[in-house]
Every structure is written in structure tokens, then in C-alpha cells.
């Protein structure tokens, strides 16, 4: 017999979601307060914050780990927040007044523009695109410098490139560090630099002595310059460290300070005055 | 890929077109105007236009373009369709609409040919290739434009007069600026050098003017109907809403809060607002006024109680709650930083030298940063989080919206530098559009 209950201690895991949401079939780390005690105790309980608190209580990260669900259900509200166009609305344009080869001009002049104007693409395919690109050949349409080819990467990473560790060596996400090759015949345009040197000098005066804190000589800049614009998914910024204080929640109904989670949805409210107005409203397992 | 010279009769010289048209095409509205070697620009020369196609269900008519703004009164339940996603220009069919009614149409204010007009146009940074390809097809085989400028917006902050310096002459930028983009669509971070953008340390916050609407539609729904007014709420966005000191956001929600069943507070009326929604009979614009408990939303609806018939929403933490969301962003679970420490995320890319040069010189731009308290809270908070010795000077453009617009316009003044700039039109359809795109990130020299 176990002398005491088994318990599992798991792995903070957090999992990021992603803006995606496949159908694949996977799965999710999800949140788990451990078994359920020695049966002799709190048997028949179905107050769950009883047996939960007598269960030993789960570590703070579990408590605040989302489930998988309720993860899905935060990054669709993200979505509807940045949605661009109105709901459900198709509004097909204007056809112009007094004609003027109505047709041809619609369309397109060239084959190029045809084919632009007519193509149904989202914002979304387009990224997509260029992510399974780099993906294939390790450097956009239009980079001249050729990088090595990415180790490993099974799927285009949507990390930011803050959060990317150093093991993937592609120079396209590497640090800042003037590490690219730059081929010859290519020069940076010719750009105005009247009196840099003088106000290099100006700002280097209090800080002389600390050898890393001197600007940088005129090569860095110019590598830094000339490093390629980071794509779309590489800019963006990532989430705050694990030392910031963790994320507020707020009371569903009046938008103060949430204090109290109902136990059937896990919604926020503030008070019972709000409570009682979510049980009768907005509770989602009304019916359940 | 040479292409062969199309068989219109186009000035394909290697001359600049006497005037340039400065288009800043963003998602919510486009800054346009003409520029030319001859004139000072204005700020009178930027026309803001609508860059949306909205559908009236009152008027069963469709705006394309200025017309939103020129034509219409009543902005009750308008649907819009945006070309323009993310910040990035992806429906070129409703842009052509929108470009059209707004250049080449006869009726339009700034109508022009784009044959004999240098267009310099601008676009969100971090763009992807392909989008990046399809615009300059549309203006060089579509528009057919003399000659073309495409860059990335923040990088035309760096010709526009700055609050730091005495503005220099036009076409030399400004050495070190640190550009906050608070647009429509998202907010971006981009250093710039000597104009040019240090692109490892591009940062972008996924929050903008568009979330920052959307997320008050939400709350506001709980109250009133509003699911399809978004018009309305931007503008009681752009009225009500503030940015409250980051000491005193708890306070502002104490103060607000109605109290508990056991402890009623009274609500303070300083902060809680009624605003009155338009009707666009006999309110045509909608107004905030202070609280008053003594008056019941439904009996003044239905005018009931003596005075006018209005419709009230009762505003009181969605004020500074909303605009909250670009400091934490967090508070909807989104899991990024908020606008200080993405700005810290971009600084900490770039070696310590240039810290103190750029942290003296950020310039915040942009519709949505207009909110009263923004550049102050997000001066405090900068503040708290570098250390002692750097100096921290943070400044909002004096017209956030228009700066970019006039950043191109004195950039286009000075002809020397816009010529280094430019494709011609021969050029691209010599070179082909791989060149292009190589030359307008500056590896391509002539």
C-alpha cells in the first residue's frame, strides 16, 4: 500500500497561445490540482474548494495557469478586438459614375495588377506565406544576403524574437551584433553625416570611463543599419518577464477589481450585488 | 525581370515629376497632400481622408473614401470595410476604389495625374515581401506614377520639425530618434538613425486605436446598445476616455466603484460622465456632461421628465480602463508587454552606447496618442524603469496625426535627396520589382 497519496509535481508549463488554432489533434498541459486525497477524509464532499484546500493546494503557477479552454476563449476576444472590418458585413464598392472603360480599368491594366486586385488573400495567408518561405529557404524574397539554412525548424516559429533562444542560428534572428555577411557590391546608400563625429564626442563626456557604455564606432552603426528588417512575427513584442506582477482581473458586470470567481463559469465579479446580477444574466452555465 | 515598356506613351524619363503627392496610408485615415520644391508646406495641405468604404443603412449609400468625411451627416449604424489590415495595405481593390475617389476622380480635392506627380508613400514597418511587391506593382503598372518613394512611416518623423531641436533644413533628418507610433491598427517602436530605422530593434505592441474602440464597444454593450455603431464609439472614445496616472489608476477605481452590499458608496461624480449619444435629428454630435444621479436614462429616452429626448450612457471606469490596455496590455489576457516595456525590450536590441541618445529623444506620434495623460504617464513609467543616470525626455509631436505627412512633405522640398530616393518608373520596369524592393531597403545603390 502507498504510505502516503501519490503526488506528481509537474513542471510549470506555460503554453502561449497561438493565433491559429488548429484542428490537429494534440494536446494541452492543463492545470491539475494532483488525486484526489485518502478517501476517508472529506468523502462525499462536494463543496470543490473544500476538497481542493484539504487536497494540499496546488503551487501558485498551477492556480494561475489557465486551462486549455479558457486559453482558446481569451485568444478569440483578442481576435474580435482586432478585427478590422465591422461584423458580418459584405460591402461590395461602388460602381463609378459615367463609366469610363468600366471594365478593363476594374480589372487591371497588367497581368501583375490582375491578378492583384482580384486575389482574395487576408492578411493572414500572407504572413503565412512568407513564414513557410523562410522556412523552405532561410531568407525573404528580396534579401540579398544568403543565411544558412535554419536548423531544424519543423514549424515557422511565430516566437518573437525576444524570446527565440540563441540554439536556432539563422542569421535572420540572431543578435544585433555585426555578425551578417555583407557581400561586396553592396553599400548602404549614401546618407547625410555632416557632423556626427562632433556630437559623438558632445555625448561621450560623462561617460568616458565605462568602456561598454561608449557609442559605438561608426562600423557597428553601419552593421546594425544595414542588418534586414525583421519579419512580422519576429517584431513583435513579447510578454512581460516573469518578475511583473501577474495579470489584473476585473469584476465582469461593473469593471471594478474582480475579487470573486463564480465556481460554475470562473468569471470575475466584485460584489454580491454583481454577483447576483451575473448568476441571473451573463452566467454562462445557466441551463448546466 | 525586364519587362518590356508598357504601349501607353508614358514620360518615362529619369526626372522627377514637378509636384510629389505624399500619400501616409494608414488604416484609419490617409494623410495626403502636394508638395513641390517651390512651396512650404502647411499643415493645411494635408487633407485627411477616410481610408474605409462604409455602408449607411439610413441613407442606403456607400462612402468610398473623402466622401465619408465631405458628404455624410449621419454616422448612425455606418459598417465599414478597411482595406488596410493589420497596417498593411492587403484589399487592393478597395484601396484602388479609395485612391481613386480621393486623386483621379474629377470631383476630388486633390485631384491630380499621377503621370506628371512623384508619389512618396509609406508604410508600416516589418512588412512582409509580398505585400511589400504587390504595392509596387499597383502604383507603377496600375496609378502609373512618375516616379515612387516607398518607406517604412516612422522613418519620415525624422524630417518633420521636432519638439527636441530647432527644426533642420528639409531633407537632413534628425541624428538619433526614438519614433512611438500609437496608429490604428497597432503600435510600433522604431529607432531611428540618421532617418534610418535600426530594424533589429523594431518592436510592435499588438494594441491600438482599433482595440482600444472595440474593447469600449464591449464594455459599453453591457449598458447600451451599441454592437453596430462604431463611429459613435470612437467618438466617445476620443471624447471621454483618459490616461490616468499609474499611482493613482487604483485610487480612479476606488472612487469610481459603487460599493459592496454591505458598504454603498456614493459614486464620484468628477469622474463618472453622462454622455449623450447623437441622434442626428436634433443631436448631431455627441457631448459629455457630468453625472447627474437624479436623472433616469429611461425617462429622458422616452422623454418622460420634462427636458429633451436623449438617449444617455452613463460613463464611469471605462475612461481610463480602456486606455489602460496600452500599459497592460494583460488586463484582456494578451500576452504581451505593455508600451514602457516593449520600448525597454527594443533598447535592450541595441548596444548600451545608444541608450542615453535615444531614450533623450522619443518622439511619440500618432491618432491614439492624443489621450489627455498619455505622454506623462508613459514618461513616469519610462522613468521608473531605466536607471538613474540615463536622461529621459519623451514629447508628443504638435500634430500627431499629420507628422509623418509633414515629415515627407519637407523631405520632398529638397530635390537632391528625393532624387537618391526615387524609382523611376523606366527604372522598375527595366530592373523589375526585385530590384525595386532591394532599393527602397538601401542595398541597391544606382
Same mark, same amino acid.
Given at each position: 500500500?502507498?504510505?502516503?497519496?501519490?503526488?506528481?509535481?509537474?513542471?510549470?508549463?506555460?503554453?502561449?497561445?497561438?493565433?491559429?488554432?488548429?484542428?490537429?489533434?494534440?494536446?494541452?498541459?492543463?492545470?491539475?490540482?494532483?488525486?484526489?486525497?485518502?478517501?476517508?477524509?472529506?468523502?462525499?464532499?462536494?463543496?470543490?474548494?473544500?476538497?481542493?484546500?484539504?487536497?494540499?493546494?496546488?503551487?501558485?503557477?498551477?492556480?494561475?495557469?489557465?486551462?486549455?479552454?479558457?486559453?482558446?476563449?481569451?485568444?478569440?476576444?483578442?481576435?474580435?478586438?482586432?478585427?478590422?472590418?465591422?461584423?458580418?458585413?459584405?460591402?461590395?464598392?461602388?460602381?463609378?459614375?459615367?463609366?469610363?472603360?468600366?471594365?478593363?480599368?476594374?480589372?487591371?491594366?497588367?497581368?501583375?495588377?490582375?491578378?492583384?486586385?482580384?486575389?482574395?488573400?487576408?492578411?493572414?495567408?500572407?504572413?503565412?506565406?512568407?513564414?513557410?518561405?523562410?522556412?523552405?529557404?532561410?531568407?525573404?524574397?528580396?534579401?540579398?544576403?544568403?543565411?544558412?539554412?535554419?536548423?531544424?525548424?519543423?514549424?515557422?516559429?511565430?516566437?518573437?524574437?525576444?524570446?527565440?533562444?540563441?540554439?536556432?542560428?539563422?542569421?535572420?534572428?540572431?543578435?544585433?551584433?555585426?555578425?551578417?555577411?555583407?557581400?561586396?557590391?553592396?553599400?548602404?546608400?549614401?546618407?547625410?553625416?555632416?557632423?556626427?563625429?562632433?556630437?559623438?564626442?558632445?555625448?561621450?563626456?560623462?561617460?568616458?570611463?565605462?568602456?561598454?557604455?561608449?557609442?559605438?564606432?561608426?562600423?557597428?552603426?553601419?552593421?546594425?543599419?544595414?542588418?534586414?528588417?525583421?519579419?512580422?512575427?519576429?517584431?513583435?513584442?513579447?510578454?512581460?518577464?516573469?518578475?511583473?506582477?501577474?495579470?489584473?482581473?476585473?469584476?465582469?458586470?461593473?469593471?471594478?477589481?474582480?475579487?470573486?470567481?463564480?465556481?460554475?463559469?470562473?468569471?470575475?465579479?466584485?460584489?454580491?450585488?454583481?454577483?447576483?446580477?451575473?448568476?441571473?444574466?451573463?452566467?454562462?452555465?445557466?441551463?448546466? | 525581370?525586364?519587362?518590356?515598356?508598357?504601349?501607353?506613351?508614358?514620360?518615362?524619363?529619369?526626372?522627377?515629376?514637378?509636384?510629389?503627392?505624399?500619400?501616409?496610408?494608414?488604416?484609419?485615415?490617409?494623410?495626403?497632400?502636394?508638395?513641390?520644391?517651390?512651396?512650404?508646406?502647411?499643415?493645411?495641405?494635408?487633407?485627411?481622408?477616410?481610408?474605409?468604404?462604409?455602408?449607411?443603412?439610413?441613407?442606403?449609400?456607400?462612402?468610398?473614401?473623402?466622401?465619408?468625411?465631405?458628404?455624410?451627416?449621419?454616422?448612425?449604424?455606418?459598417?465599414?470595410?478597411?482595406?488596410?489590415?493589420?497596417?498593411?495595405?492587403?484589399?487592393?481593390?478597395?484601396?484602388?476604389?479609395?485612391?481613386?475617389?480621393?486623386?483621379?476622380?474629377?470631383?476630388?480635392?486633390?485631384?491630380?495625374?499621377?503621370?506628371?506627380?512623384?508619389?512618396?508613400?509609406?508604410?508600416?514597418?516589418?512588412?512582409?515581401?509580398?505585400?511589400?511587391?504587390?504595392?509596387?506593382?499597383?502604383?507603377?503598372?496600375?496609378?502609373?506614377?512618375?516616379?515612387?518613394?516607398?518607406?517604412?512611416?516612422?522613418?519620415?518623423?525624422?524630417?518633420?520639425?521636432?519638439?527636441?531641436?530647432?527644426?533642420?533644413?528639409?531633407?537632413?533628418?534628425?541624428?538619433?530618434?526614438?519614433?512611438?507610433?500609437?496608429?490604428?491598427?497597432?503600435?510600433?517602436?522604431?529607432?531611428?538613425?540618421?532617418?534610418?530605422?535600426?530594424?533589429?530593434?523594431?518592436?510592435?505592441?499588438?494594441?491600438?486605436?482599433?482595440?482600444?474602440?472595440?474593447?469600449?464597444?464591449?464594455?459599453?454593450?453591457?449598458?447600451?446598445?451599441?454592437?453596430?455603431?462604431?463611429?459613435?464609439?470612437?467618438?466617445?472614445?476620443?471624447?471621454?476616455? $483618459? +490616461?490616468?496616472?499609474?499611482?493613482?489608476?487604483?485610487?480612479?477605481?476606488?472612487? #469610481? =466603484?459603487? !460599493? @459592496?452590499? /454591505?458598504?454603498? %458608496?456614493?459614486?464620484?461624480?468628477?469622474?463618472?460622465?453622462?454622455?449623450?449619444?447623437?441622434?442626428?435629428?436634433?443631436?448631431?454630435?455627441?457631448?459629455?456632461?457630468?453625472?447627474?444621479?437624479?436623472?433616469?436614462?429611461?425617462?429622458?429616452?422616452?422623454?418622460?421628465?420634462?427636458?429633451?429626448?436623449?438617449?444617455?450612457?452613463?460613463?464611469?471606469?471605462?475612461?481610463?480602463?480602456?486606455?489602460?490596455?496600452?500599459?497592460?496590455?494583460?488586463?484582456?489576457?494578451?500576452?504581451?508587454?505593455?508600451?514602457?516595456?516593449?520600448?525597454?525590450?527594443?533598447?535592450?536590441?541595441?548596444?548600451?552606447?545608444?541608450?542615453?541618445?535615444?531614450?533623450?529623444?522619443?518622439?511619440?506620434?500618432?491618432?491614439?496618442?492624443?489621450?489627455?495623460?498619455?505622454?506623462?504617464?508613459?514618461?513616469?513609467?519610462?522613468?521608473?524603469?531605466?536607471?538613474?543616470? $540615463? +536622461?529621459?525626455?519623451?514629447?508628443?509631436?504638435?500634430?500627431?496625426?499629420?507628422? #509623418? =505627412?509633414? !515629415? @515627407?512633405? /519637407?523631405?520632398? %522640398?529638397?530635390?537632391?535627396?528625393?532624387?537618391?530616393?526615387?524609382?523611376?518608373?523606366?527604372?522598375?520596369?527595366?530592373?523589375?520589382?526585385?530590384?525595386?524592393?532591394?532599393?527602397?531597403?538601401?542595398?541597391?545603390?544606382?
Amino acid at each position: 500500500m502507498a504510505a502516503g497519496p501519490l503526488r506528481f509535481r509537474t513542471p510549470h508549463i506555460e503554453e502561449l497561445p497561438i493565433t491559429q488554432s488548429r484542428q490537429a489533434p494534440g494536446f494541452a498541459w492543463v492545470a491539475v490540482g494532483g488525486p484526489p486525497e485518502d478517501p476517508s477524509k472529506n468523502w462525499g464532499t462536494t463543496n470543490r474548494k473544500r476538497a481542493r484546500a484539504s487536497a494540499g493546494g496546488q503551487t501558485d503557477a498551477q492556480k494561475e495557469a489557465l486551462s486549455a479552454r479558457q486559453q482558446k476563449e481569451i485568444e478569440r476576444k483578442i481576435r474580435d478586438l482586432n478585427n478590422d472590418n465591422s461584423k458580418d458585413v459584405q460591402i461590395p464598392i461602388p460602381k463609378k459614375e459615367g463609366g469610363g472603360g468600366g471594365g478593363a480599368a476594374r480589372a487591371g491594366k497588367t497581368q501583375n495588377t490582375k491578378k492583384i486586385l482580384a486575389s482574395g488573400k487576408t492578411f493572414a495567408h500572407y504572413l503565412d506565406d512568407e513564414e513557410a518561405e523562410i522556412a523552405r529557404t532561410g531568407r525573404r524574397e528580396g534579401d540579398v544576403e544568403i543565411v544558412a539554412a535554419p536548423v531544424m525548424m519543423q514549424r515557422p516559429s511565430k516566437t518573437p524574437i525576444a524570446r527565440r533562444k540563441a540554439t536556432e542560428d539563422s542569421s535572420l534572428d540572431s543578435s544585433p551584433a555585426p555578425t551578417l555577411p555583407i557581400h561586396q557590391g553592396m553599400r548602404p546608400p549614401p546618407v547625410r553625416k555632416p557632423s556626427v563625429t562632433s556630437t559623438v564626442d558632445a555625448m561621450d563626456l560623462d561617460q568616458d570611463e565605462e568602456a561598454d557604455r561608449s557609442i559605438p564606432s561608426e562600423a557597428e552603426i553601419e552593421a546594425l543599419l544595414s542588418a534586414p528588417p525583421l519579419t512580422y512575427n519576429q517584431a513583435r513584442a513579447a510578454p512581460p518577464p516573469c518578475s511583473a506582477p501577474p495579470p489584473r482581473k476585473f469584476c465582469e458586470v461593473c469593471g471594478y477589481f474582480g475579487r470573486a470567481k463564480c465556481m460554475k463559469c470562473g468569471a470575475m465579479t466584485c460584489s454580491v450585488l454583481c454577483k447576483d446580477t451575473h448568476d441571473e444574466q451573463r452566467c454562462l452555465k445557466f441551463y448546466a | 525581370m525586364a519587362r518590356k515598356n508598357s504601349h501607353k506613351p508614358t514620360a518615362t524619363t529619369n526626372e522627377l515629376a514637378p509636384r510629389t503627392l505624399i500619400l501616409d496610408n494608414g488604416a484609419h485615415t490617409i494623410k495626403a497632400g502636394f508638395s513641390s520644391s517651390s512651396a512650404t508646406e502647411e499643415p493645411n495641405d494635408c487633407h485627411i481622408i477616410a481610408n474605409c468604404i462604409a455602408r449607411s443603412w439610413r441613407d442606403k449609400r456607400t462612402y468610398v473614401g473623402p466622401e465619408l468625411l465631405d458628404e455624410c451627416w449621419d454616422f448612425g449604424e455606418l459598417a465599414f470595410r478597411r482595406p488596410v489590415e493589420r497596417g498593411f495595405v492587403v484589399n487592393w481593390e478597395g484601396e484602388k476604389a479609395v485612391w481613386e475617389r480621393s486623386f483621379v476622380d474629377k470631383r476630388s480635392r486633390l485631384k491630380c495625374d499621377p503621370h506628371e506627380t512623384n508619389l512618396i508613400l509609406t508604410e508600416a514597418p516589418n512588412a512582409p515581401a509580398a505585400l511589400q511587391r504587390n504595392a509596387d506593382e499597383m502604383v507603377f503598372e496600375e496609378f502609373e506614377f512618375a516616379t515612387y518613394y516607398r518607406t517604412p512611416s516612422p522613418s519620415l518623423n525624422a524630417y518633420a520639425p521636432s519638439p527636441f531641436s530647432l527644426s533642420p533644413a528639409p531633407g537632413v533628418p534628425l541624428e538619433c530618434l526614438l519614433v512611438i507610433d500609437v496608429g490604428h491598427s497597432h503600435t510600433t517602436i522604431t529607432p531611428l538613425y540618421d532617418g534610418r530605422p535600426i530594424n533589429p530593434a523594431c518592436r510592435r505592441l499588438e494594441i491600438g486605436g482599433k482595440t482600444l474602440t472595440n474593447h469600449l464597444k464591449d464594455l459599453l454593450s453591457r449598458n447600451v446598445e451599441v454592437k453596430n455603431e462604431d463611429w459613435i464609439v470612437q467618438e466617445i472614445k476620443e471624447d471621454v476616455c $483618459f +490616461v490616468s496616472a499609474s499611482s493613482s489608476f487604483s485610487s480612479d477605481l476606488e472612487r #469610481v =466603484w459603487k !460599493g @459592496g452590499h /454591505k458598504d454603498p %458608496r456614493a459614486v464620484d461624480t468628477t469622474i463618472v460622465v453622462d454622455y449623450v449619444l447623437p441622434d442626428y435629428e436634433n443631436v448631431k454630435r455627441g457631448f459629455a456632461r457630468p453625472h447627474n444621479p437624479n436623472v433616469s436614462r429611461k425617462e429622458r429616452a422616452l422623454g418622460l421628465d420634462g427636458g429633451p429626448r436623449e438617449h444617455i450612457v452613463t460613463i464611469g471606469n471605462e475612461r481610463f480602463t480602456v486606455p489602460e490596455l496600452l500599459f497592460t496590455p494583460s488586463d484582456i489576457g494578451m500576452q504581451q508587454d505593455g508600451l514602457p516595456g516593449t520600448i525597454l525590450q527594443s533598447l535592450h536590441s541595441l548596444p548600451e552606447g545608444l541608450w542615453q541618445p535615444f531614450l533623450a529623444n522619443v518622439l511619440v506620434v500618432g491618432g491614439s496618442s492624443k489621450f489627455p495623460g498619455f505622454v506623462r504617464r508613459l514618461e513616469a513609467e519610462l522613468r521608473m524603469l531605466v536607471s538613474d543616470e $540615463f +536622461v529621459v525626455r519623451v514629447a508628443q509631436a504638435e500634430d500627431p496625426v499629420k507628422n #509623418v =505627412w509633414l !515629415g @515627407g512633405a /519637407k523631405l520632398a %522640398r529638397d530635390e537632391g535627396v528625393l532624387k537618391e530616393r526615387v524609382v523611376t518608373r523606366q527604372e522598375y520596369l527595366e530592373h523589375g520589382d526585385v530590384w525595386t524592393r532591394r532599393r527602397f531597403a538601401g542595398k541597391v545603390d544606382r
